[in-house]
């Protein structure tokens, strides 16, 4: 502080004495100049550079030390003169004394330093860096040195002095470089250029010699220290065109040779090298044009398998393995665009593409995946927890959205839901109502409405057997026969193709009973009968009883065995009242399974033929 006191006193005296003072700061700049510039020029190679660094650093504290010293100079003499700060003054007299005779050098040796430190040697980066900020003060306008932290120490700034002007008072302590064309002629562009050829030559060295996953490895390895540079000493703005001359030589200009080569894309796809194929997404996303190339590439790949499922013999003759089958490749590359594609929105269309191609070439794809959902809600569900149902659900309505031939799915879909609901086949109409629910979502409720119908019909169904019952005086049961009846709204179901035969006297005095019922709720309503549902029939004839599950038809059959114990195959042809040449093979083939050598419900004088001639006796 006895320092700072002389120099106040001998600058309230005049301002010839604050001239006398403002000559000795220059002098102790100049003469410190001197020293340093003879240091640096007794250093040859990185020495100098290292040599340049720490003398930037020491001439920092040199300056900052005389500034508090000639504070004054800096408070009231310098402003009233319209002079330069103390500071600048200082920058200036490094700039004309080291950085000018210098800066060729600096330039040299820190490209030097950057070269050694990419072919794996370890440098100090610190003396780059304080090197580079000298670069960017001789620039500053306005310097001024000011204390960071323990960790920066004293730093240098350029102030943006306030000014009055017709606008507002822009407030002090912001702080830019004012121009720095010379940082960017001289060091930035040749940096990047150099930068650019150093990897050229790099990435065909590497391309020619090493598989992809080998030159992704290096790729990645020389990203994480080139952006480690940004830390270390490197402009932000300058590290950025670094990088993007990187991505340049290193990715965009060999991404579709990286792709198509031998030990690239496909066959990481076909090896299922997931982490591969995550590692070439991670580092090609740096530059977006690249992903639409790889994308390109996988959309054969995935078109490839699809065709293979459906072309193969084994899956064509198998509705529920064809549709398992696409399912599975749906999950598995639904997988592989998550994990090591990061749900990446251009593969999810180039897949979905691929699997509207193959899916729809083959024309009986929609009524295969119509028979697979059938066999999930009859079979396939069953002891399965709801989420693993709500999985296979979601997964199977992600294959269906890329179906052209929704129609033709939705009819037998429909048909399929017509069986399941007349023959009580469902495992679960929670399962039934969510992938409804979600066809409606793909469809449109115009095109699900009828689906819908059906629903609520069997439900209506259920509350007019429970009014029946009490109308029958809490019997659903008419001469021993128990009765299920459902009224299905005209129109809205798949057409049932019904045969003209006799119906037996108990089930026409239910139907009877039944149609009384309902003429006493809905006297405007016209019911007509038709016969789809299973029977359950108890055997009587037998020491032990046996339930048959048969066909309204084959009750029918029954029922005439019940009159005659024998009749030929044209006898009971006309006493179930079959005339028409249809009916008739509808009719042998129910009359056919009661034969079954196996079961031995009715024989057939010709047990080992599987026809029926007119005087054949049964």
Same mark, same amino acid.
């Given at each position: 502080m006895s320092l700072y006191r002389k120099v106040l006193t001998l600058a309230d005296i005049d301002d010839t004495k604050c001239a006398n003072l403002l000559s000795l700061y220059k002098e102790k700049n100049n003469k410190y100049l001197d020293y340093a510039h003879k240091e640096i020029d007794s250093c040859k190679g990185e020495q100098a550079l290292v040599e340049f660094s720490r003398q930037w650093?020491?001439?920092?504290?040199?300056?900052?030390?005389?500034?508090r010293i000639f504070a004054y100079l800096d408070r009231y003499y310098l402003p009233n003169k319209s002079q330069d700060s103390l500071v600048t003054i200082g920058q200036k007299q490094f700039k004309e004394s080291i950085f000018e005779p210098c800066k060729s050098m600096v330039v040299e040796e820190i490209f030097n330093m950057i070269l050694r430190e990419r072919e794996g040697e370890i440098i100090d980066s610190n003396i780059i860096k304080h090197a580079l900020i000298s670069f960017k003060v001789v620039t500053f306008k306005n310097p001024?040195?000011?204390?960071?932290?323990?960790?920066?120490?004293l730093m240098w700034k350029d102030v943006i002095l306030p000014q009055v002007e017709d606008g507002p008072i822009e407030k002090p302590g912001k702080f830019e470089p004012d121009n720095v064309n010379w940082y960017q002629d001289n060091f930035e562009k040749p940096l990047v250029e150099r930068t650019r050829k150093y990897y050229r030559d790099k990435a065909t060295g590497w391309f020619s010699k090493l598989s992809v996953i080998e030159y992704l490895v290096e790729l990645e390895s020389v990203i994480n220290r080139e952006e480690g540079h940004s830390i270390s000493f490197l402009e932000n703005s300058t590290n950025k065109k670094v990088l993007e001359s990187l991505n340049d030589e290193l990715i965009k200009n060999f991404s579709?040779?990286?792709?198509?080569?031998?030990?690239?894309?496909?066959?990481?796809?076909?090896?299922?090298?997931?982490?591969?194929?995550?590692?070439?997404?991670?580092?090609?996303?740096r530059v977006p044009t690249c992903l639409d *190339?790889?994308? @390109?590439?996988?959309?054969?790949?995935?078109?490839?398998?699809?065709?293979?499922?459906?072309?193969?013999?084994?899956?064509?003759?198998?509705?529920?393995?064809?549709?398992?089958?696409?399912?599975?490749?749906?999950?598995?590359?639904?997988? %592989?665009?998550?994990?090591s594609f990061a749900k990446d929105t251009r593969f999810q269309k180039v897949q979905n593409i691929a699997f509207q191609t193959f899916m729809n070439d083959f024309t009986q794809t929609p009524n295969y995946l119509a028979t697979y959902i059938d066999f999930e809600l009859t079979k396939?569900?069953?002891?399965?927890?709801?989420?693993?149902?709500?999985?296979? *659900?979601?997964?199977?309505?992600?294959?269906?959205?890329?179906?052209?031939?929704?129609? *033709?799915?939705?009819?037998?879909?429909?048909?399929? %839901?017509?069986?399941?609901?007349?023959?009580? @086949?469902?495992?679960?109409?929670?399962a039934e109502d969510n992938i409804l629910s979600k066809l409606k979502t793909e469809c449109g409720i115009n095109i699900v409405g009828n689906i819908y119908k059906m629903l609520v019909d069997i439900d209506e169904s259920q509350t007019h057997m429970d009014n029946f019952k009490k109308f029958n005086k809490d019997s659903i049961s008419i001469e021993g026969v128990e009765l299920n009846m459902k009224v299905l709204t005209f129109g809205m179901w798949p057409e049932i193709n019904q045969i003209s035969w006799t119906i037996p006297p108990q089930m026409d005095h239910c139907i009877k009973a039944f149609e009384k019922y309902f003429v006493s709720k809905k006297?405007?309503?016209?019911?007509? %009968? %038709? *016969?789809?549902?299973?029977?359950?029939?108890?055997?009587?004839?037998?020491?032990?009883s046996y339930c048959l599950i048969c066909t309204s038809l084959q009750v029918a059959i029954l029922w005439a065995f019940n009159q005659s114990p024998k009749y030929t195959y044209s006898e009971l042809r006309t006493k179930i009242g079959i005339s028409d040449a249809k009916d008739e093979a509808e009719f042998k083939y129910n009359l056919l399974s009661l034969c079954n050598p196996t079961t031995k419900i009715i024989s057939k004088s010709n047990a080992?033929?599987? @026809?029926?001639?007119?005087?054949?006796?049964?």
């Amino acid at each position: 502080m006895s320092l700072y006191r002389k120099v106040l006193t001998l600058a309230d005296i005049d301002d010839t004495k604050c001239a006398n003072l403002l000559s000795l700061y220059k002098e102790k700049n100049n003469k410190y100049l001197d020293y340093a510039h003879k240091e640096i020029d007794s250093c040859k190679g990185e020495q100098a550079l290292v040599e340049f660094s720490r003398q930037w650093k020491k001439l920092t504290i040199h300056i900052n030390w005389l500034k508090r010293i000639f504070a004054y100079l800096d408070r009231y003499y310098l402003p009233n003169k319209s002079q330069d700060s103390l500071v600048t003054i200082g920058q200036k007299q490094f700039k004309e004394s080291i950085f000018e005779p210098c800066k060729s050098m600096v330039v040299e040796e820190i490209f030097n330093m950057i070269l050694r430190e990419r072919e794996g040697e370890i440098i100090d980066s610190n003396i780059i860096k304080h090197a580079l900020i000298s670069f960017k003060v001789v620039t500053f306008k306005n310097p001024d040195i000011e204390w960071g932290d323990a960790a920066t120490g004293l730093m240098w700034k350029d102030v943006i002095l306030p000014q009055v002007e017709d606008g507002p008072i822009e407030k002090p302590g912001k702080f830019e470089p004012d121009n720095v064309n010379w940082y960017q002629d001289n060091f930035e562009k040749p940096l990047v250029e150099r930068t650019r050829k150093y990897y050229r030559d790099k990435a065909t060295g590497w391309f020619s010699k090493l598989s992809v996953i080998e030159y992704l490895v290096e790729l990645e390895s020389v990203i994480n220290r080139e952006e480690g540079h940004s830390i270390s000493f490197l402009e932000n703005s300058t590290n950025k065109k670094v990088l993007e001359s990187l991505n340049d030589e290193l990715i965009k200009n060999f991404s579709t040779n990286l792709i198509e080569k031998e030990t690239g894309m496909e066959f990481m796809l076909k090896h299922e090298k997931q982490d591969d194929l995550k590692k070439m997404y991670n580092l090609f996303k740096r530059v977006p044009t690249c992903l639409d *190339i790889m994308a @390109t590439h996988f959309q054969p790949y995935v078109l490839q398998r699809g065709k293979t499922l459906t072309t193969s013999e084994a899956n064509i003759k198998d509705p529920i393995l064809f549709s398992t089958k696409i399912l599975d490749l749906k999950k598995e590359l639904d997988r %592989l665009v998550e994990y090591s594609f990061a749900k990446d929105t251009r593969f999810q269309k180039v897949q979905n593409i691929a699997f509207q191609t193959f899916m729809n070439d083959f024309t009986q794809t929609p009524n295969y995946l119509a028979t697979y959902i059938d066999f999930e809600l009859t079979k396939g569900l069953k002891g399965q927890d709801d989420a693993t149902i709500e999985t296979k *659900i979601s997964l199977f309505i992600s294959v269906f959205t890329s179906l052209h031939s929704r129609d *033709i799915f939705l009819k037998a879909y429909q048909q399929k %839901l017509k069986t399941r609901l007349l023959h009580s @086949t469902l495992l679960s109409r929670t399962a039934e109502d969510n992938i409804l629910s979600k066809l409606k979502t793909e469809c449109g409720i115009n095109i699900v409405g009828n689906i819908y119908k059906m629903l609520v019909d069997i439900d209506e169904s259920q509350t007019h057997m429970d009014n029946f019952k009490k109308f029958n005086k809490d019997s659903i049961s008419i001469e021993g026969v128990e009765l299920n009846m459902k009224v299905l709204t005209f129109g809205m179901w798949p057409e049932i193709n019904q045969i003209s035969w006799t119906i037996p006297p108990q089930m026409d005095h239910c139907i009877k009973a039944f149609e009384k019922y309902f003429v006493s709720k809905k006297s405007n309503t016209v019911l007509k %009968l %038709l *016969i789809e549902d299973n029977c359950e029939v108890s055997t009587l004839y037998l020491p032990k009883s046996y339930c048959l599950i048969c066909t309204s038809l084959q009750v029918a059959i029954l029922w005439a065995f019940n009159q005659s114990p024998k009749y030929t195959y044209s006898e009971l042809r006309t006493k179930i009242g079959i005339s028409d040449a249809k009916d008739e093979a509808e009719f042998k083939y129910n009359l056919l399974s009661l034969c079954n050598p196996t079961t031995k419900i009715i024989s057939k004088s010709n047990a080992k033929e599987p @026809t029926f001639s007119p005087e054949e006796t049964l």
